[in-house]
Nanobody, 121 residues
Framework: QVQLVESGGGLVQAGGSLRLSCAAS????????VGWYRQVPGKQRELVAA???????HYADSVKGRFTISRDNAKNTVYLQMNSLKPEDTAVYYC???????????????WGQGTQVTVSS
């Protein structure tokens, strides 16, 4: 089973940018759809961006036009470029498989450590 490990989080001022990386332990092509999720304490984890093997992407309305997901199958890495960051983007970000394309509320059963993103106002 391919494991996914996130990195690249940090502290940034509002309006700034960050790029998150997600390294796969095996072939990324073995995963049909991969996504970036985020969770704030006390709230449900939500999908913010997803990329299918067929290069189709999906974004939550809250990040459209600001975040870009990309997958480099040759490097077995998924990226999330986050621009124009807002304090409400503060969360722990996780990279994981997207179990069912278009069924965005269905989430995987197990999770990695995630990476903290903090946006200061």
């Amino acid at each position: 089973q391919v494991q996914l490990v996130e990195s690249g989080g940090g502290l940034v001022q509002a309006g700034g940018s960050l790029r998150l990386s997600c390294a796969a332990s095996g072939s990324l092509l073995s995963i049909n759809a991969v996504g970036w999720y985020r969770q704030v304490p006390g709230k449900q984890r939500e999908l913010v961006a997803a990329a299918a093997r067929a290069l189709i992407t999906h974004y939550a309305d809250s990040v459209k036009g600001r975040f870009t997901i990309s997958r480099d199958n040759a490097k077995n890495t998924v990226y999330l470029q986050m621009n124009s960051l807002k304090p409400e983007d503060t969360a722990v970000y996780y990279c994981n498989k997207v179990p069912v394309w278009n069924a965005w509320t269905i989430t995987p059963g197990s999770w990695g450590q995630g990476t903290q993103v903090t946006v200061s106002s």
